[in-house]
């Protein structure tokens, strides 16, 4: 316990807690410290000045990352007829209507996302209690509500790389931009690629300052602040 103490520390060392790190050098720097035996993922995380308690504040929306989460996501889909056999050729990994629901309410989560096309809300509404909580619950903002003929398309955006962000009850937002074994610039367009989709999604209810903090780290490394400015420079 003392080595591995002695070890966090070292790491931890490496990063100023009061500087604030240009985009790319706070990236070089998250890999750094990432020494973790596994390929730890990268995350972003913006404090944002809203209030999550009024619904005009909500910040939710969908980034396509260019480059991929790096990570499987296991997609579910309530569809029938044609667009349950095009979901099926998409790549889903789970396609079928009440048969699933009744898994789902017996507590079966084994997927990473949920899509539904505008007929099986019917079947899907239901699990709001279940799915909701758990951001799963498939809406039509989400872009999981979905045409008979589209599903296809947001499978594989799905399985891309396409994330859901939603701000969390303290005013976060924390969204995975990639793995520590991606190179440098690819994370930056991630980042980029995040960034942007948040400040377009800012709701008509925000007032001040919109993003107020960023923070980049990897899954077991110390947070590392970003310079704000050349951050929001980022979006398009």
């Not at 790549?91 to 309410?105: C, F, M, P, Q, T």
């Not at 079947?123 to 709001?128: A, I």
């Not at 903002?141 to 045409?147: C, L, N, R, S």
């Amino acid at each position: 316990m003392a080595k591995q103490g002695k070890l966090r520390k070292a790491v931890a060392d490496k990063v100023d807690r009061d500087q604030r790190y240009a985009p790319r050098e706070a990236l070089d720097l998250a890999k750094a410290v990432a020494t973790a035996k596994f390929d730890e993922t990268i995350e972003i995380h913006l404090r944002l000045g809203v209030d999550p308690r009024h619904a005009d504040q909500q910040v939710r929306g969908v980034v396509a990352l260019p480059h991929g989460t790096g990570r499987t996501v296991r997609v579910l889909v309530f569809a029938e007829g044609e667009a349950a056999r095009e979901a099926e050729a998409a790549g889903a990994d789970h396609v079928g209507g009440g048969e699933l629901a009744d898994k789902i309410r017996e507590g079966w989560l084994d997927f990473d996302s949920v899509v539904a096309t505008q007929g099986m809300m019917r079947v899907v509404g239901r699990l709001g209690p279940v799915l909701g909580p758990r951001g799963l619950m498939p809406s039509p903002k989400a872009g999981t509500v979905v045409a008979d003929d589209d599903v296809g398309n947001v499978i594989r955006e799905i399985k891309a790389g396409r994330l859901e962000f939603r701000v969390d009850k303290t005013a976060n937002l924390h969204i995975p931009i990639g793995k520590k074994s991606f190179d440098t610039p690819l994370l930056l367009e991630n980042m980029a690629a995040a960034v942007d989709a948040v400040v377009r999604a800012k709701p008509s209810g925000a007032k001040g300052i919109y993003v107020r903090n960023v923070v980049i780290a990897s899954t077991m490394g110390p947070g590392i602040k970003l310079d704000l400015p050349a951050t929001l420079s980022m979006a398009g």
